[in-house]
C-alpha cells in the first residue's frame, strides 16, 4: 500500500481534459515537500514530466499542468492524445521516514 | 545531457546476490546523487535508497536494510547496487536515477533499467 494515493485508473476521449489525484498527509505533501510527476510509457523506463509541483521541464507539452494544494495534488492533461495513454506516478518524501522517497501507486491512464 | 546507463539483465537463483552497475555522463557525476528504484511485473515504483558518490554516504529504506549495499567508482563515474539472499519477489526492473538533492528533488534522468529474475 503506498503512502500516497492516486486512483488506479482514468480515462478520457481524445481533445478532453483529465485529472489524476494524488493524496498524502502532514508529513509528506502537507510538510512543504514538492510533489513531481512521471509518466512512464509500455515497456519503457519513467519519464520526468513535472517537478517542484508545477513546473514543466523543456520538451514537455503545456497540455500537462500539475498543481498542490494542502496535502493533495493534482496532474492536468488538457487536449488528450492517443500518446497520452500511459502510467502516471506522483513522488515526494516523508518526514516520518526520514526524508524518504516515496511513490503513489500510479494512475493508468486509457485514451478511449 | 545527463544519461546513466545500467548493466544488462540478470538471472538470479533464490538466496543468490546480484549486483547492478550504473554508468552516468554528461553531467558532474560527484556533485548529484544516485537513487534507486525499483518495480515489479505490473506493480508500482518502490523507492530502494540513496548513495552521494561524492562521499560515498548511503541511506537505505528500511525495507532493505542489511541486504543492500550501494557503492560508487568515481574513476569510471559508475554507481552499484548490491542485493543479497535474493528471493522470488526480488524479481523487478531496477533503475537508478539522478537527483539533485538526498531529499526534496525529483528524479532525472532515469537509467534503462535492468531486469533481475529470480528463479530457481
Known amino acids: 500500500q503506498s503512502v500516497l494515493t492516486q486512483p488506479p485508473s482514468v480515462s478520457g476521449a481524445p481533445g478532453q481534459r483529465v485529472t489524476i489525484s494524488c493524496t498524502g498527509s502532514s508529513s509528506n505533501i502537507g510538510a512543504n515537500f514538492d510533489v513531481h510527476w512521471y509518466q512512464q510509457l509500455p515497456g519503457t523506463a519513467p519519464k520526468l514530466l513535472i517537478y517542484?509541483?508545477?513546473d514543466r521541464p523543456s520538451g514537455v507539452p503545456d497540455r500537462f499542468s500539475g498543481s498542490k494544494s494542502g496535502t493533495s495534488a493534482s496532474l492536468a492533461i488538457t487536449g488528450l492524445q492517443a500518446e497520452d495513454e500511459a502510467d502516471y506516478y506522483c513522488?515526494?518524501?516523508?518526514?516520518?521516514?526520514?526524508?524518504?522517497?516515496?511513490f503513489g501507486g500510479g494512475t493508468k491512464l486509457t485514451v478511449l | 545531457q545527463a544519461q546513466l546507463v545500467q548493466s544488462r539483465a540478470e538471472v538470479k537463483k533464490p538466496g543468490a546476490s546480484v549486483k547492478v552497475s550504473c554508468e552516468a555522463s554528461?553531467?558532474?557525476?560527484?556533485?548529484?546523487?544516485i537513487h534507486w528504484v525499483r518495480q515489479a511485473p505490473g506493480q508500482g515504483l518502490e523507492w530502494m535508497g540513496w548513495i552521494n558518490p561524492d562521499t560515498g554516504g548511503t541511506i537505505y529504506a528500511q525495507k532493505f536494510r542489511g541486504r543492500v549495499t550501494m557503492t560508487r567508482d568515481t574513476s569510471i563515474n559508475t554507481a552499484y547496487l548490491d542485493l543479497n539472499s535474493l528471493r522470488s519477489d526480488d524479481t523487478a526492473v531496477y533503475y537508478c536515477?539522478?537527483?539533485?538533492?538526498?531529499?526534496?528533488?525529483?528524479?532525472?534522468?532515469w537509467g534503462q533499467g535492468t531486469l533481475v529474475t529470480v528463479s530457481s
Open positions: 513522488q515526494s518524501f516523508d518526514s516520518s521516514l526520514s526524508g524518504s522517497a516515496i
Open positions: 536515477v539522478k537527483s539533485s538533492s538526498w531529499s526534496g528533488d525529483w528524479f532525472d534522468p
Open positions: 517542484r509541483n508545477s
Open positions: 554528461g553531467y558532474n557525476f560527484i556533485g548529484n546523487y
